[in-house]
Structure formats: C-alpha cells, structure tokens
C-alpha cells in the first residue's frame, strides 16, 4: 500500500505587530502565518474603520464605515503557497478576531479584474454591496458575522 505523505503542520503565528494606533487605540494589527520559519502569509486586520483603521480600503467606501464594522486591509498568501488553504485560515482568523471584538460585519475591497479572488471571498461568504465611481474601480464586500 502506498504510504501517505505526512503533511507540515502550518502554524500562525499569534505575536502580531500594532501597524497604527491612535492614542492608546490600536486600529490595525498584522498576523503572519510562518511554516518552519519561513514567511508564507500575511493579514492586515483593521478594528476600527472610523478612526483610521481601514487605511487599505478606498475613500469613497467611508461612508459605509460603521463602528460595529472590522475590515481586512491586506491579505496575502506567499508564491508558491497557494491554493493551500492559508487564505482561508488568514480569513477565518479575521473572522475570530472580529467576533471577540463584538464586530457584526467585515468589510474589504477587491479589483473587479481579480476574479479568482471575488470568487474565493463569495466561496467565504462575502457580498459586493458597493463599487467606486472613480476610474479606478473597486468592489466593496461585505461578510456579517
Ligand atoms: C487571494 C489569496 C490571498 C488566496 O490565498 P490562498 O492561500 O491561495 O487561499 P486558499 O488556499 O485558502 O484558497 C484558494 C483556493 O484553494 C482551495 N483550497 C483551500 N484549501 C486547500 C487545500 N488544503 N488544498 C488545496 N486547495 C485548497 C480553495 O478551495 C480555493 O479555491 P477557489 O479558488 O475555488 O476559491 C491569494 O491568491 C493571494 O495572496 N493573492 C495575491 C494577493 C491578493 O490578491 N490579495 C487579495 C487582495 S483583494
């Protein structure tokens, strides 16, 4: 019979760096995910949209922002890591963090030209409840907790 191929464990590293605070309020905070020391994913996690929080999402989102609202500013899985389901994990920890914030809703934005992305957001849940009228074009969604 032939033997199964054992799996690295991923592990995600909780130590998270404070990117913007204002006052003593922490707004954005980074997770990395590492496997065996090496960098393969990252999540920008925004707790306070109203107060500076949502630095990676359009301004023409803001009147959206509410203050029950997280956001995802950034999210990235490392070349060559994909398709892994570290996207997923970055996502669900977004998620966990909003819920213990008392957050109902998280919000981010995407390229209506990413359609690999829009789909993997839809798959998770997410909505697109607005888009920019600028040239630049950019889908808002929307996941309630
Ligand atoms: C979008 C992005 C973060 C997704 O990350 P990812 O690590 O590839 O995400 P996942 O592996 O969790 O999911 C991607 C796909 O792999 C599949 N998948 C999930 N777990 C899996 C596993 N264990 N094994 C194989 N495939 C898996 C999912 O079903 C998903 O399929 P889909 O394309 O049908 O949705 C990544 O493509 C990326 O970093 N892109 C560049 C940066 C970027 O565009 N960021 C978003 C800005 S809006």
Redesign the pocket.
């Known amino acids: 019979m032939a033997k199964k191929k054992k799996r690295k464990p991923i592990r995600i590293q909780e130590a998270f760096r404070t990117v913007t605070s204002r006052g003593n309020r922490v707004v954005q905070r980074e997770y990395e995910i590492r496997q065996n020391g090496e960098h393969i ?1 990252l999540l920008n996690y925004a707790s306070d949209l109203q107060r500076g929080g949502g630095t990676g999402l359009n301004d023409e989102f803001k009147d959206h922002f509410k203050k029950t609202d997280a956001g995802i500013n950034f ?3 490392a070349r060559g ?8 994990k970055l996502l669900k920890k977004a998620e966990r963090v909003a819920k213990k914030e008392k957050k109902n809703r998280i919000l ?1 934005e ?1 390229s209506p030209d ?1 359609k ?2 829009i ?2 957001y839809k ?1 998770h849940g997410y909505t697109p409840i607005d888009t920019t009228k600028r040239k630049e074009k950019w889908i808002l969604m929307e996941k309630r907790l």
């Open positions: 994913g999210i990235k899985t890591h994909r398709n892994k389901g570290i996207g997923t981010l995407v990413k690999k992305n789909s993997f798959k």
